[in-house]
T-cell receptor, first 115, second 111 residues
Framework: GAVVSQHPSRVICKSGTSVKIECRSL??????MFWYRQFPKQSLMLMAT?????????EQGVEKDKFLINHASLTLSTLTVTSAHPEDSSFYIC???????????FGPGTRLTVL | LAKTTQPISMDSYEGQEVNITCSHN???????ITWYQQFPSQGPRFIIQ???TKVTNEVASLFIPADRKSSTLSLPRVSLSDTAVYYC????????????FGGGTRVLVKP
């Protein structure tokens, strides 16, 4: 199947700093990628839809100025958590699909810990 | 997007068949049913997808009754490594592939 990677896999940062997470589709192009957040023992929550060449679409309740998304190319989307605080500590997962009618492939996730 | 309801957890033993039923009473005509598996600290992994009747692949079967208001994921002869959370999702493939995850079912396979 198609492969999606994320970098870094784990990051620890101080409160107030910004953290960038990369999501790459390794063997296919994706005009749309999705970003999820998952807290311990909970389900995945969709944060935003990342569209190549245009602005991301954020879900209700997700602050677009705090979670900056840039879909720079057909194989790369980045999520920047700005001015991170301990409550932003979570597991961040991206996904992408080779085509509109294909299943989504998920990245391995990024564990963010804000001290 | 149609809402799904699954049991919170299920226990099983190695070698047994595990059946997880998902309710999706408000499923729309264009909606497909997709199941994902997730291990701790990993991204979800696609298991199977179907629209109606029965779909089978190398890892699972998916049974969908005629009214499509529910579906059952069947995992044959589970092993300890099948311990995971299983998510049932319903959505329109053409609607940008947007997925809404429900609570999932935590399956524990015991020796």
């Amino acid at each position: 199947g198609a492969v999606v990677s994320q970098h870094p896999s784990r990051v620890i940062c101080k409160s107030g700093t910004s953290v960038k997470i990369e999501c790459r589709s390794l063997d296919f192009q994706a005009t749309t990628m999705f970003w999820y957040r998952q807290f311990p023992k909970q389900s995945l929550m969709l944060m935003a839809t990342s569209n190549e060449g245009s602005k991301a679409t954020y879900e209700q309740g997700v602050e677009k100025d705090k979670f900056l998304i840039n879909h720079a190319s057909l194989t790369l989307s980045t999520l920047t958590v700005t001015s991170a605080h301990p409550e932003d500590s979570s597991f961040y997962i991206c996904s992408a699909s080779p085509g509109e009618y294909n299943e989504q492939f998920f990245g391995p996730g990024t564990r963010l810990t804000v001290l | 997007l149609a809402k799904t309801t699954q049991p919170i957890s299920m226990d099983s033993y190695e070698g047994q068949e595990v059946n997880i039923t998902c309710s999706h009473n408000n499923i729309a005509t264009n909606d497909y049913i997709t199941w994902y598996q997730q291990f701790p600290s990993q991204g979800p992994r696609f298991i199977i997808q179907g629209y109606k009747t029965k779909v089978t692949n190398e890892v699972a079967s998916l049974f969908i009754p005629a009214d499509r208001k529910s579906s059952t994921l069947s995992l044959p002869r589970v092993s300890l490594s099948d311990t995971a959370v299983y998510y049932c999702l319903v959505g329109d493939k053409a609607a940008g592939n947007k997925l809404t995850f429900g609570g999932g079912t935590r399956v524990l396979v015991k020796p």
